[in-house]
């Protein structure tokens, strides 16, 4: 498989259904997205290990977020098939519930802080929140909506998990 094709050098690209558009338009921007999220994931993932993160089920978790985030650029690419599911939604939640039945109740806003782990989940959850926003603009619902707000809770209640776990104190929001 060639990597450059020069197809892409005046300023366009084509979605999976073979149509031509500009790569700034708002359906690359949202699928862009998606992919630096990805790849944020992915540094994620990578930092828990070098910080000594432990823990096998979440990276398959985390493993698995990052395939369907490739799904979900599928569908925003407009890639024939069914991408997202009802049972990939319910699947970020059960495993929201599952931590959450372990750490503390939240009873503050929580500042993005911790340690490095745990700064790196909150700035994946950011990254997730813009690809909302951008799949917002393009009129996207349904499972691919729903499953991006599941997956930006997830990585907020991660980053709760993981100080919780390795006994870093989280810091919140004190009004001056």
Known sequence: MAIYTKTGDKGETSLANGE???????????????????????LLRAGMQKEG?????????????????????????????E????????????????????????RAFVLPSGNETMARCHVCRTICRRAERRMIALGCKDEAMQ???RISD???????????????????????
Request: without cysteine.
């Open 147 to 149: 499953v991006m707000n």
């Open 20 to 42: 031509r558009i500009s790569k700034a338009d708002a359906r690359i921007e949202a699928y862009g997205t998606v992919d630096e999220l990805n790849s944020w994931v992915g």
């Open 83 to 106: 991408w997202i599911t009802r049972e990939d939604v319910q699947q970020v939640e059960r495993w929201i519930d599952a931590m959450q039945a372990e750490i503390p109740k939240q």
């Open 53 to 81: 993160v432990d823990d096998k089920d979440v990276q398959a978790e985390l493993q698995w977020i990052q395939n369907k985030l490739f799904n979900l650029g599928a569908e925003l690419s407009l890639a024939p098939g």
């Open 154 to 176: 997830y990585l907020f209640v991660l980053a709760r998990y993981i100080g919780y776990k390795m006994n870093v104190a989280e810091e919140t929001w004190k009004k001056n």
